[in-house]
């Protein structure tokens, strides 16, 4: 489904890695500060819960989903983590994901590692369709995705339960340049 390369993101002083279950402390570290959990679905209490996840990203099942670590080349720190989860082989679908710690919101590296995982997936992948979805309160995770060329395609409501509540969604995609110019 995936390519066995890794994208290769062209930002200097930072690279992507395959995520790894010693990542869990660092990733939990940032998901549970409020400004980045305010913005997310995510739901985690401990860095324990992430291990799941980390182990799935390993797997090379066709709908298994990928995560990579955006890592600060310097000092090896994790600065965040693009990917993509509910992966169909079948449909040749999966929907983007991406998460930051806040030191480095607003340097222009979570549209970068969108647009290279985009890239990545769609035209030397075997996806034909990558889709996002966002919460309409986070401008920002917005703006990284129409930067990186997702297109919106409308409101998702009551989508997705967002720590026991039913939230409404935006959803962008992006499809491939052999099936867009078919349509």
Request: aromatic share 10%; hydrophobic share 45%; charged share 15%.
């Amino acid at each position: 489904m995936f390519p066995d390369s890794l994208p290769l993101l062209q930002l200097p002083g930072f690279s992507l890695r395959q995520m790894q279950l010693t990542d869990a402390s660092a990733w939990y570290d940032y998901l549970c500060l409020p400004a980045v959990w305010q913005h997310t679905s995510w739901n985690v209490q401990q860095a324990e819960e992430l291990l799941p996840s980390l182990q799935a990203f390993a797997s090379n099942l066709p709908d298994a989903p990928r995560r990579f670590a955006v890592i600060e080349d310097n000092s090896g720190r994790l600065a965040g983590t693009v990917g993509f989860h509910t992966v169909s082989a079948l449909n040749r679908t999966a929907e983007l994901a991406y998460d930051f710690h806040p030191d480095y919101w607003g340097r222009g590296l979570a549209t970068a590692a969108a647009q290279v995982a985009l890239h990545w997936a769609l035209q030397e992948g075997a996806l034909h369709r990558v889709q996002a979805t966002v919460l309409p309160s986070n401008l920002g995770s917005i703006r990284v995705i129409e930067k990186a060329g997702m297109q919106f395609e409308g409101l998702l409501r009551n989508f997705r339960m967002v720590r026991g509540v039913s939230k409404d969604f935006r959803l962008y995609a992006s499809v491939c340049d052999a099936d867009a110019k078919q349509s």
